[in-house]
């Protein structure tokens, strides 16, 4: 299966796809602000592609609980410097973090391949966009929900995205963990992804170092929940998630190399 982004052909279903975080942020619950320089943020995501990572996100805006907004000029200001760089040194797709329309236009002139997008609305702005550049969209649900909600709003968003001009093969879904849901919600949809995947689009799931692994676990320190995140991948893997955006490609490589081992041979695929 084919995920279309601009004139990047990313293959999904046959393995796991590793999508790796850089922070372009002073203020992130994960990292502290580590990658806050633009010189640190573009060899970070160097060294991240040499660490297995098929894809790049970039993220100039904090998106913890709490965080105050910054605009769309400053988020600008951060990822300009980085992107521009970061074109010539990594050859996998890069995906740009915002909800900011200007920012996601700048960003395709720019280079970029995919928009992430937390906003859980379908602007008209942003579908004009990405219909005019081909962008890849991840389109992610936002709020409260229980799996059925959220494989109705995908359901919706395909429908909404054909009216726009926009091909079901340049989205992927992200069902929003910890985006205004709770503890319960929150694992209900860890524990149930066949629920709401969508066949002919790629799922990417998104808890690296959030407070619904911390308070699984019983860890404090969100840069000490690599085993928890392990276990949460696995079991989504498990069930159909096709993308997995992380901190910390190097260590939970592992851990997808092994779900996605024990997939084949739970489905009955391995010749072994």
Request: with cysteine.
């Amino acid at each position: 299966m084919i995920w279309n982004c601009r004139d990047k052909k990313i293959e999904y279903g046959k393995k796991v796809l590793i999508m790796g975080i850089v922070n372009v942020t002073p203020d992130s619950f994960s990292d502290g602000g580590e990658y806050f320089s633009p010189f640190d943020a573009v060899e970070y995501a160097v060294e991240l592609e040499k660490q297995g990572a098929d894809i790049i996100d970039l993220g100039a805006q904090s998106t913890r609980p709490g965080s105050a907004p910054i605009s769309a000029e400053e988020e600008w200001a951060r990822l300009e410097p980085v992107l521009k760089e970061i074109r010539c040194r990594i050859s996998c797709p890069i995906s740009v973090d915002t909800y900011y329309c200007e920012v996601a236009e700048k960003s395709a002139q720019m280079g970029a391949d995919i928009i992430n997008d937390v906003s859980g609305m379908l602007s008209p702005e942003m579908a004009k966009i990405v219909k005019k550049s081909r962008l890849g969209w991840i389109v992610m649900h936002n709020g409260s929900a229980s799996p059925a909600e959220v494989r109705n709003f995908f359901e919706k968003s395909i429908d909404e995205c054909r009216k726009s001009g926009i091909e079901k093969n340049q989205l992927c879904f992200d069902m929003g963990i910890g985006f205004g849901k709770n503890y319960d919600e929150n694992m209900r949809l860890l524990a149930n992804v066949c629920e709401y995947k969508i066949n002919g689009v790629p799922l990417l799931l998104g808890t690296s170092r959030k407070r619904v692994i911390g308070q699984g676990s019983r860890q404090d320190d969100p840069k000490e929940r690599t085993y928890g995140n392990v276990a949460a991948d696995t079991a989504a893997i498990l069930d159909g998630v096709d993308i997995i955006r992380l901190h910390d490609v190097k260590n939970e490589k592992q851990g997808i190399l092994m779900a996605q081992e024990l997939k084949k041979y739970r489905n009955g695929k391995s010749n072994g």
